[in-house]
């Protein structure tokens, strides 16, 4: 199924098979997703928030595994236990978006897991992801400025060209994480655990510096 350029508002897809299907260019205003099939489904400049709502649409229980948005807008989305192995986010706005209890680990045992996901020059402002695990996911380039991070384990991931605040590097896990070209001028190693990450040359300066030691 191919759609494009179609609006629907207040339209409920709850528990309805979804899977594979495109949408471009469509706006999905107040619409319910929750508990539908998106598996492999592909939305591409697709909007899913009117201006001057507070509320984007709903995601929460959905299956999302390898569904992608490019270039969406999904301000304010709940997320909320949604399945998102292998989801891809690319160049999409998801400022306020709650991912709170989403899962994006493929667990084989109950200790045993591997986590998926391609998020990409987004825009995760004030977003709720706590307590979420991604693991060895690749995560570059994107806005994480004001998100709630609490409880987050970023361990092994590309965060590349990242934005963070000041305060997220003690509520999240960064070992092992690809940090290059990251502003590091606030990281008290310290505090906060680099064990195993990644840095430019550049960066030690930065780290060094919080320490109060001068590079020459």
């Known amino acids: 199924m191919h759609v494009a350029k179609k609006q629907f508002d207040g339209e409920v897809f709850s ?95 109950h200790n045993s897991f591997f986590c998926s996901a391609f998020i990409s020059g987004c825009d995760l402002s004030y977003a709720n992801l706590e307590s979420v695990m991604l693991e060895k996911c690749e995560l570059f380039e994107n806005r994480w400025r004001g998100a709630n991070l609490i409880g987050v384990s970023f361990k092994g991931s590309d965060l590349s060209r990242g934005e963070f605040s000041s305060e997220q590097w003690q509520q999240a896990i960064f070992n092992e994480a690809n940090l290059c070209h990251v502003d590091l001028d606030n990281v008290d190693v310290r505090r906060v655990s680099l064990e195993g990450a990644q840095i430019c040359d550049w960066q030690q300066e930065q780290l060094l510096g919080n320490l109060g030691i001068v590079v020459l």
Do not use: V
């Open 15 to 109: 528990h309805q098979d979804l899977s594979e299907a495109t949408f471009e260019q469509c706006q999905f205003f107040r619409c319910d997703f929750s508990r539908a099939n998106l598996t492999d489904a592909c939305f591409i400049d697709c909007s899913f928030i009117e201006a001057g709502e507070t509320d984007g649409c709903s995601f929460a229980y959905t299956k999302l595994k390898d569904a992608s948005f490019k270039g969406c807008n999904l301000a304010m989305a709940n997320f909320r236990n949604a399945q998102c192995f292998g989801i891809e986010l690319h160049q999409c706005n998801l400022k306020g978006a709650d991912f709170h209890y989403a899962s994006f680990a493929n667990y084989i045992t």
